[in-house]
């Protein structure tokens, strides 16, 4: 029997197969919810934001970037990021807290609740006792107020734009040199509103401001932060049972008690917790806002070692951080 046919074919196969192999790994597959750096300097940051800090793969970096392999394994080489290279850390440094670049899913679970994460509303907070352990914050995730769902940080029920098919820009947030991260957003009713996130030593300050740029009066205006424990080791266990809360303080403790990750929003809404993401919340709400005014919100992050969370939360409810607004 001739098996020169199938011979022939097997190789036409594996030619195919090593074009398609090659043609992936120099040039950049069209990738959903991509952000290309506009420049060297922003290849630079990004590149060394998700592998020294982050710890991504190259898959990863092509995911957030849309570049290709070919190109991410040369500017990596340029650039000499590779994690050996991860710049050190000093004692009495503020906690680090970067932009998150996107390319991996911030959820374990309840992706389906998380289409597309928009990047600019999301920040990593690593941990004090681990260079790669880190919460993401999403500020915010969700704005309500009367008119409906007025803004969303990624798809999934519709808002009030998706329903009229309008698409909201693309943002990053503002690096300042002090570590500070601040971003703006004008939503086409004129709607503005935006975030700022200072760290410190102790704790990561957090705000929310939002200016009612209508012509009628915004109420209802609850927010849902979000703080997804995915990255964070011994803290994301996909249950309630390590979690705890004291209005507005919500809080999530290692497996041995000993250590805690806490945030609250003032004026408190809501205190719970999602076991499926798993992810903490302390959602505030804006006062009502006349034509014209702008209203505030201030939040906290902080991380804790020890055994009495009650303590703590005395202990940080007396620094009047709820004043700082």
């Not at 070919?70 to 990021?81: G, Q, T, W």
């Amino acid at each position: 029997m001739n098996n020169q046919p199938t011979r022939n074919l097997l190789v036409v196969l594996v030619i195919l197969a090593t074009a398609c192999s090659e043609r992936s790994a120099n040039a950049a597959d069209p990738l959903p919810n991509t952000r290309p750096p506009k420049t060297e300097a922003d290849l630079r940051y990004w590149l060394g934001n998700m592998v020294w800090h982050h710890g991504f793969s190259v898959p990863e970096v092509r995911q957030a970037t849309g570049l290709s392999t070919v190109e991410i394994k040369r500017a990596l080489e340029k650039f000499d990021i590779r994690p050996e290279t991860r710049p050190k850390r000093k004692a009495g440094d503020a906690l680090l807290v970067l932009p998150y670049p996107g390319g991996r899913h911030q959820r374990i679970g309840f992706l389906e609740g998380a289409i597309e994460p928009q990047r600019e509303t999301k920040i990593s907070v690593f941990l004090p006792w681990s260079e790669s352990d880190y919460v993401v914050v999403d500020v915010p995730e969700a704005i309500w107020s009367n008119l409906g769902l007025t803004y969303l940080a990624h798809t999934h029920v519709p808002t009030v734009w998706s329903k009229q098919n309008i698409e909201l820009k693309k943002l990053e947030w503002n690096r300042r040199k002090d570590g500070t991260l601040d971003f703006k957003r004008r939503l086409p009713n004129g709607i503005e509103f935006g975030a700022k996130v200072t760290p410190a030593k102790d704790h990561v300050g957090m705000s929310l401001w939002l200016t009612n740029g209508t012509k009628e009066t915004l109420t209802d205006m609850r927010v849902q932060n979000c703080v997804m424990l995915k990255s964070t080791g011994g803290f994301n266990q996909q249950n309630n049972d390590n979690k705890v809360s004291r209005s507005p303080y919500s809080a999530v403790k290692s497996p041995d008690g000993k250590r805690w990750i806490i945030t609250a929003w003032d004026p408190p809404h809501r205190v719970w917790a999602n076991m499926k993401c798993p992810c903490l919340h302390s959602d505030p709400k804006f006062s009502d806002a006349a034509p014209g005014k702008t209203v505030h919100l201030i939040g906290w992050l902080s991380f804790h070692e020890g055994a009495d969370i009650d303590a703590e939360f005395d202990r940080i409810e007396k620094t009047g951080w709820r004043k700082a607004k």
